[in-house]
């Protein structure tokens, strides 16, 4: 018997009937539709990534209470300036993120602020999951798999914007947070809840990839990790006069940098 795909014609059709609709999320409050560059939901076990100018506003929203956004940051024309996320939290003093957090890169820059966050439920330590883990933990971590791993993902965002397996440096996990215990280990604290979100602004030009998969430490045995919503706008950068910019002494020294890199480049 012939295969269903066993012609050219039948290959496309069939193709075809495997496309669905892109599930855009609507605009968030304040933002017009039209405004908006980037509008996806991302599934869990899958990811994706876009290049955004200095100034954008990126918002990530956990619609279910399920998600968890594995992200990683690039200066867009110098991706060798990344998000370190080590130094995030030793030069802020906390590793705990939400509003008011800088991203920085490991020049002291800052790739971006978190101006907005309604789940405070973040782990900047753990980083994400592994091809041998979620193998060991699920059976496969490949990802054309039911149970992909977050670096493989990630690696594949990372190919289609010409960047390999030693440009990955650790990720940040969004809606899944985490605690250190007086005695050091890791505590997972899960999400807040559905309807949460967090909102970024991109003090440079950025490279974002981000994978939405279940978080290292989750204790549950089945693969489960609900949809992640994504909106992008235009923006103006962090300067003078923003709350942010002298919010600590480390900020300001930090917005500094940016400011006047950015400047010479004439971004």
């Not at 100018?53 to 990530?60: E, Q």
């Not at 060991?136 to 149970?147: F, H, I, N």
């Not at 950025?206 to 978080?215: D, G, I, S």
Request: charged share 20%; proline share 8%.
């Amino acid at each position: 018997m012939r295969s269903a795909t066993g012609t050219t014609y039948a290959a496309r059709d069939h193709a075809r009937a495997q496309a669905t609709a892109v599930d855009r999320p609507g605009a968030p409050p304040g933002v017009a539709a039209e405004e908006l560059v980037w509008a996806e939901t991302v599934p869990g076990g899958n990811y994706s990534h876009k290049v955004l100018a200095r100034g954008s506003s990126l918002r990530f929203a956990d619609p279910t209470g399920d998600a968890c956004a594995h992200l990683l940051l690039y200066v867009a024309d110098r991706p060798w300036e990344r998000l370190n996320t080590a130094d995030t939290t030793k030069v802020q003093w906390n590793a705990y993120l939400g509003a008011g957090s800088l991203l920085l890169s490991d020049q002291g820059r800052v790739l971006a602020t978190v101006t907005e966050d309604s789940s405070g439920r973040h782990d900047a330590l753990c980083g994400t999951s592994t091809l041998a883990r979620n193998t060991a933990r699920y059976g496969d971590g490949t990802p054309q798999s039911a149970s992909p791993a977050g670096r493989e993902l990630l690696l594949l965002a990372a190919a289609k914007n010409g960047l390999g397996p030693r440009d990955l440096g650790p990720s940040l996990s969004l809606f899944q947070g985490v605690r250190v215990g007086p005695d050091g280990a890791l505590e997972h604290l899960g999400p807040a809840g559905p309807g949460t979100a967090l909102t970024l602004r991109a003090e440079q030009p950025l490279t974002v990839l981000v994978a939405n998969v279940p978080h290292p430490l989750d204790p549950r045995a089945e693969y489960r990790c609900g949809p992640l919503e994504v909106t992008a706008w235009p923006g103006t950068a962090t300067g003078p006069g923003d709350p942010w910019w002298d919010a600590t002494p480390e900020a300001h020294r930090a917005y500094l940098n940016t400011a006047e890199f950015c400047a010479a480049r004439g971004i």
